[in-house]
């Protein structure tokens, strides 16, 4: 690299921070494409998260807010706005209504505070930090297409559960740019270390078959 241009962006106004409830990774799609339509370059975060990942953050971080009951699938999203608190706010809102009206979402919590956006993302980045306390774990940090990211998860954690009766599941990442942490944790009381040791092989054999 002999060169490089930093294009700077005026910092925002304001942001907006909610966690929504989808049913589905194809639910969680769809409201990516509605906040893509909506809020374009202000939509500066869309997070992924499956529910098994956030059980794991409730059971060894249980004072960490949960302002949702669990889904299937939760979204954490974030607008950045430079107009100022009262139109991203708006913006926000009539996004998540919209999203209620296509029945993308079905629940949403919608931060009130920087401190409760921060409580949020807490609960985000905190995944990893759960995985470790529950024990060694095989992880994947792929990237695929975004649309095809519903089709990868269906097919493949039915082919590690047919492999591996029992395997957990975590699956969260940057839905908005296509990464996905697609991590196995070894079946409930198993040895997670003999687990590694016989399996890791084949769950990787797996898991990027299907990515390829």
Not at 53 to 82: I, K, Y
Not at 185 to 208: K, R, S, T
Request: proline share 7%; hydrophobic share 50%.
């Amino acid at each position: 690299i002999t060169a490089a241009v930093l294009k700077l962006h005026p910092a925002p106004a304001a942001q907006c921070t909610a966690l929504a409830a989808c049913d589905s990774p194809a639910a969680a799609v769809a409201l990516l494409q509605l906040a893509q339509a909506r809020l374009g370059a202000g939509l500066t975060g869309f997070e992924l998260m499956g529910r098994f990942a956030l059980e794991l953050v409730e059971r060894h971080f249980p004072t960490l807010p949960r302002p949702l009951a669990p889904s299937p699938w939760t979204v954490l999203l974030e607008l950045s706005d430079t107009e100022g608190e009262a139109q991203a706010r708006a913006r926000f809102e009539a996004l998540l209504e919209a999203a209620f009206e296509a029945g993308t979402i079905s629940d949403a919590a919608v931060a009130e505070s920087v401190a409760q956006s921060r409580q949020l993302w807490h609960l985000r980045e905190s995944i990893p930090l759960a995985q470790a306390e529950e024990g060694l774990n095989i992880k994947h940090d792929i990237a695929l297409p975004v649309s095809r990211i519903p089709a990868f998860i269906a097919a493949t954690d039915t082919a590690l559960q047919r492999a591996f009766p029992g395997v957990r599941l975590v699956d969260f990442g940057h839905l908005g740019d296509g990464n996905l942490h697609y991590n196995v944790q070894c079946p409930p009381g198993g040895d997670a270390a003999a687990f590694l040791q016989a399996h890791e092989a084949a769950v990787n054999a797996i898991v990027y078959d299907a990515v390829l």
